[in-house]
């Protein structure tokens, strides 16, 4: 397994963004966001992908942008928390680099991200949302690496570090 690409998965408001974006700075790696990634490309927000197009098109799409990722190396990818759930994409990543859960509590997760208009799927009511949440962990739990995404960004990092020193 490489150490040269790291990918984070997870559920929405696990902390992807944030945690990638200090780990890629203290490892001197490139930090991708899939979605930013995608909103660069299509000109739109994630929200209005979904809206004009549908959830299967944005799905797509950001299996192909993960695809163009996996060449790159020295970089840290935070993935939407439906790629990460993706059995094929999470095989993908984990035969390419070293894939992180940050694995986060259901409420946290709500507190997090109740208010943000550019998640689209928290639209579909608190007990649809629940049952994808569980079913999503069985493929989330298949990353090398699990981190209780409740603790502080920098003590996760810290984590991640421990288990990379010496390994790159
Ligand atoms: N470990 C953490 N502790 C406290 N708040 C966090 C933590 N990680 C992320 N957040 C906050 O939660 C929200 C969602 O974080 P984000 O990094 O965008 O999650 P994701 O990319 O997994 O959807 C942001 O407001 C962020 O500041
Ligand atoms: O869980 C999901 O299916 C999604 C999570 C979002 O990313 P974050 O996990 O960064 O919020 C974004 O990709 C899209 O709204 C769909």
């Known amino acids: ?12 408001g696990s902390g992807k963004s944030t945690v990638g974006k200090l780990l890629a700075d203290s490892l ?5 966001d899939t979605d930013l990634l995608i909103e660069q ?3 739109m927000k994630i929200g209005e992908i ?5 959830e299967e098109y944005f799905r797509k ?3 192909a942008t993960l695809k163009d990722l996996l060449g790159r190396s020295r970089i840290v990818v935070g993935t939407g928390g439906g790629l990460g759930a993706n059995p094929h ?29 550019n998640r689209p799927l928290l639209k579909m009511g ?13 493929v989330y739990s298949k990353a090398h ?12 990092v810290n984590q991640l570090l421990q288990i990379l020193r010496g390994k790159i």
């Open 1 to 12: 397994m490489s150490f040269e690409r790291i990918f984070l998965v997870g559920f929405m």
């Open 28 to 32: 001197g790696y490139e930090f991708v």
């Open 41 to 43: 490309r299509e000109g």
């Open 50 to 54: 979904f809206e004009r197009f549908s």
């Open 61 to 63: 799409l950001e299996l």
């Open 89 to 117: 994409a999470m095989d993908l990543m984990k035969e390419k680099g070293l894939v992180v859960w940050l694995d986060v509590p259901f409420d946290v997760f709500l507190q997090r991200c109740a208010e943000d208009p």
């Open 126 to 138: 608190l007990e649809k949302l629940e049952e994808l949440y569980t079913k999503r962990m069985e």
């Open 145 to 156: 690496v699990r981190l209780d995404a409740t603790r502080e960004p920098q003590e996760l």
